[in-house]
Each structure stands twice: as C-alpha cells, then as structure tokens.
C-alpha cells in the first residue's frame, strides 16, 4: 500500500492552501526545483553546448518519454515527448488520417477540450477535400462510429464535468468500422490506470503539467502503437525528426520509429523538472492512485451534497464514469469559486457554471477534502460569495 504521507512530503504546498486544482497545474515537487536549478548550473552553466551530449540532453525526449510511457501501458521506446499538447494533437491525427486515406470524417465530440476541435478544424481546413469533422453528444460517439469514419479524435476525461469514455470498448469498436483512434490523455495520465497497449489505441497524446507535475508550460507526450511507428507520416517534419538530424540533408527522411515525432529543440529546463517530478511515481502504482483518489471524491460529494444543497453535481455518480476530478453547477460558480479561493481552498472554473476540484492523493488527504467541504459550506450558507469584486473576471478563470 502506498505510504501518501510520504508522497504529499514531497510536495510544495503553501501553507493554508488546501489544492484542489492539480488536474489544471500540478504543485511544484520539491525535487523539481533542484533538479532545475542543478541542470541550469551544472549543465547549461559549465557544461554549454556540450551539455547536448555530455549531459544527455538529445535523449531526454525519448528517455522521459519511457518513464511516462510506464504511466499510460505504452512499451519502451512508444513515446517521446515535446511540444504542447494542441501540436501533439496535430500530429497525431494528420498522421492517422494518413494512415486511413479512403475516408474523410473525423469524429469528435461536444465534450473534448476546445483546442483539440479547434486544432482539427485547422488541419481539415488545410487538407480540403471534403474531410469533416462531426461532432456528437459523449454519450453518442459509440453509435456515430461507422464505416464512414476515418479517425476517432477523444479525450477519455471531460475537462468540464470529469466524465470518463471507455477506452477499450470505443478502441474496439473504431476498429471493427475500420477507423483509427487519437486519445487524448491530458485528464487521465497521472490521474487513473491508462492501457494504451491493452487497449490496442493507434495514438495517445496529453500533457504533463496537470497530473504529472511538470510544472506551467511543461511538455506534451505522444504515443504511437509500434504498428505505426515506422509507417506514420510526420505532418510537422522537423530536423529533430529526421533520421539523421546532423546531416543537415536538404530533404526529410523520418526517423526511426516515435524519434519521427520530434519537431525541434526539446525543452530541456521543463524535461528536467518534469524526470524529478516523475520520482513520485516509485512510491505508488496507479491502482492505488484510483483508489485513494475515489475515496477522497465520495467523500467531497457526499460532503457538499449534504452541507450545500444550492450545489448540482455535474460529473457522474458512477465511480466508473469518471475520472479524478469533481464538479458542481451554480450560475454563480465563477464568483463562489473565488470566494473559496481567498480562503486558501484552490479549484477553478469552466465556463458558463462549472466548479471544478480535482483530487490526487499524492499531496491530499481526507482532512483537506473536510477542510474544503466546510469551507464551501460557509461560503454558500453566508453567500460570501456575492461581492463584485468575486464576479470580475480574470483572464485565465
Ligand atoms: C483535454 C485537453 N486537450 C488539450 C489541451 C491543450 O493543451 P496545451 O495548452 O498544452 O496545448 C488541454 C489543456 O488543458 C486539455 O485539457
């Protein structure tokens, strides 16, 4: 059983601050900070240039890529990482649509995160030639998938409402309609059991600065399942993807399996943070995440259910429909959301009414859920929360 005490003392917290909101920025490990501060002394500050080979900063990306490869089912040498995740995005589905050249559909639905709609309404746009991009209701993309589709583009966990797609019985089903499938794992990696493998998924992508604590800006991961490795077709062809980068060919060559992934010039001082936050990860498995994780969530709704019945759940009831995160609906969630946080209990809000707490035991244990429950339980029993100076909205909400 995994000691939580001894992984929440690896972690920064701010006193006072009760974090809720690690499925948006995870806190900062403490071995994070030195890491970064030994790899900007040792190696960019003595070392140079030739830190590239002397410090291994050229294989960085495929060796972070194995460790959180671990995380998500994906064999050795299946994932690199790099980029953001609306780029990993990009990639992942031109290729895939490449691989499925016989059809033009890609099919979404009106819960993915906007930037993964938004990035394949770009690509489609360049492609032209009566590609799509159809979008259905979640609960509708199992029976929108059929032989007119040409690649499945869905995160498993609704960033809004923490509502969990099965992966394993959409995968299947995509195949047997001759489709490809593009996870995206940004709500999922860190944060609940993923087998991509078990799963047979073609690509996964997802970010690492939520559930894996790379910190702000901290790069994307893309997995590619090793049938496709040395086939799929890299649309953003950088040098770093190319098979022999210091060869300065004037023509692209892919590299070697997800090496083709690559684009340019890795983020060497955000890989550095994210290989120490990865240390958290030997003193747990996954299993024990999920089910320290639940706990802590049906003790946040049974709580809030009880002490604030002005508050509508918005994620599932079903522990196995959703993922590690809870939320509530108020019309005036932006403003209540603010009011917790000027009492030290951080969670966020999505447009138009969403309360959003996310729930990681790594650093959370049940007194914080009890702390968090009573404190929102002041903040709407007094509506504290009806201030304008709660109601103005900042840029990033
Ligand atoms: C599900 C999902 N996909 C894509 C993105 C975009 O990620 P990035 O800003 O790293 O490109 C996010 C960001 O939160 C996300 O939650």
Redesign the pocket.
Known sequence: MTDFTATRAMFHIPDGVIYLDGN?LGPLPKAAEARVARTIREEWGELLITAWNKAGWMAQPARVGDRVGALIGAGPGTVVMGD??????YQALASALELNPGRRVVLSDSG??P??LYIAEGLLRTLGDGYELRIVAPEEVEQAIDDSIAVTLI?E?D?RTGRKHDMQRLTRKAHDAGALTVW?L??SAGALPVDVTGCDVDFAVG?T??YLNSGPGGP?FIYVAPRHADRARPALSGWLGHEAPFAFEPTYRPGRGIERMRVGTPPVLQLAALEAALDVWDMTTMEDIRTASLELQNRFIAGVEAACPQLELASPRDDAMRGSQVSFRHPEGYAIMQALIARGVIGDFRAPDILRFGFTPLFLGPDDVDGAVKILAEVMERSLWDRPDYKTRAAVT
């Open positions: 948006s953001t995740l609306s780029v990993k995005v993915n995160f930037s993964d995160t966990v960033y995206d940004a709500h970010c600065y939520k994307a």
